[in-house]
């Protein structure tokens, strides 16, 4: 495996479920980070990892509950979520230093039914 | 708030160049100019950054104008698997990971 995978690429869930998105990177990265795309939205930033240390929560709800054992994997606990939580969620990694470009994976669709 | 303006939507023919521009007239002198792109269903990719020479690799080249408030990428010979949304992307220098802040970028459609 090379670049930056995802799973599941597709993802159905009710509101009362609980399940989770895994990102591994195996590019030797440091940085992590998650996005959510919404329909007919720009990518939002949700969530940084620096070094396996959040550095960033950009307002996110707490139903969204990101984890990272280490540099090379992240994962997205979702649990009560909402249906206007629909959206491509994405992960990305980077060198954790200023202007290093992010390499993204190729996302998980997640509809909450 | 995105920092910087494109137009919605672009055509252009298959193997003429593709020019797409970006307005970002608030621009500070930190502050990099970056493409992305993203073809449908997958995630954004890297496609180049530049300051204020411009620059060239194998997938495009940017040109920045000298007051740095407006910038052109150029694919060269667009190909139909060049369609595309483009994302031009101004760089924050806030915080240790400096950002990306996505606007809606450029759809581009080349066309047969």
């Known amino acids: ?113 | 708030d995105a920092k910087t303006t494109q137009p919605t939507s672009m055509d252009c023919a298959e193997g003429r160049a593709a020019n797409l521009p970006c307005n970002h007239s608030t621009i500070s002198g930190n502050e990099y100019v970056y493409w992305y792109r993203q073809i449908h269903s997958q995630g954004p990719q890297y496609i180049i950054h530049g300051l204020k020479n411009n620059e060239t690799n194998e997938m495009a080249s940017l040109i920045i104008t000298e007051d740095r408030k407006s910038s052109t990428l150029i694919l060269p010979h667009a190909t139909l698997r060049d369609t595309a949304v483009y994302y031009c992307i101004v760089r924050p220098s806030r915080g240790s990971q400096g950002n990306l802040i996505f606007g809606k970028g450029t759809k581009l459609s080349v066309k047969p």
Not at chain 1, 3 to 8: C, E, F, L, M
Not at chain 1, 61 to 86: I, V, Y
Request: with cysteine; charged share 15%.
């Open chain 1, 1 to 113: 495996e090379t670049g930056v995978t995802q799973t599941p690429r597709h993802l159905v869930m009710g509101m009362t479920n609980k399940k989770s998105l895994k990102c591994e990177q195996h590019l030797g990265h440091n940085a992590m980070y998650w996005y959510k795309q919404s329909a007919k939205k720009p990518l939002e930033l949700m969530f940084v990892y620096n070094f396996k240390e959040q550095t960033e929560n950009n307002s996110v709800p707490s139903r969204f509950s990101p984890e990272c054992p280490n540099s090379s994997h992240l994962f997205l606990h979702l649990h009560t979520l909402q249906p206007e939580d629909s959206a491509l969620y994405l992960c990305a990694s980077s060198q954790p230093s200023l202007y290093n470009e992010q390499f993204f994976g190729p996302g998980t669709r997640l509809t909450v039914l």
